[in-house]
């Protein structure tokens, strides 16, 4: 490979591994907003035609399932966009990336943390192991198998509490 193959190789890598974030950022930008009005031709080209989305583990298995198929994927998200919403706040995090690219195919691990009060009252503080497997088609990378592992869950009663921060005394240090 000559010296500017390589330089090509690595802006390419860079720029795939960019453009793998901007996709699945607006992926979760767009649940986060799960409505009827949601975009949901542009959510659903996120994904490649045959993509799959699945739960792992006892609980998201259970809780989540599996969907096979971009119309599949849409769908079950559309569940989501109810009126009034399902969802009062909703808000993604995603945190410890790793992504790797080879030619058309990336993969990448994020942990993801899940804030969400529901319009039916309560709300809900998760966190998941997200794999996500990529593939670039017509230039353009897309999800194509998004697998979601729950690490933690658990109710909360409230977001904003009033309860005193637990700090190490830092007093003689202030002046």
């Excluded at 949601?38 to 599996?66: C, D, H, I, M, N």
């Excluded at 697998?147 to 830092?170: G, I, K, Y």
């Amino acid at each position: 490979m000559t010296e500017l193959e390589q330089l090509q190789h690595r802006v390419d890598q860079l720029e795939s591994v960019n453009a793998i974030r901007a996709c699945l950022h607006r992926y979760m930008d767009l649940c986060d907003e799960l409505t009827p009005d949601t975009p949901w031709e542009e959510l659903g080209e996120l994904f490649t035609e045959q993509a799959v989305w699945e739960g792992k583990g006892s609980r998201y298995a259970k809780s989540f399932g599996g969907y096979h198929g971009r119309d599949n994927i849409v769908a079950m998200l559309g569940k989501y966009a109810t009126f009034p919403p399902h969802f009062a706040l909703n808000v993604h995090y995603l945190t410890s990336e790793c992504v790797s690219v080879n030619g058309s195919q990336a993969s990448g691990s994020w942990n993801m943390l899940q804030v969400s009060t529901f319009s039916a009252g309560g709300s809900h503080l998760n966190s998941a192991r997200l794999s996500i497997r990529f593939e670039r088609e017509e230039g353009i990378w897309r999800i194509a198998h998004f697998q979601t592992e729950n690490r933690l869950s658990r109710p909360v009663s409230s977001w904003n509490s009033d309860a005193e921060l637990l700090v190490p005394d830092t007093s003689e240090l202030q002046q």
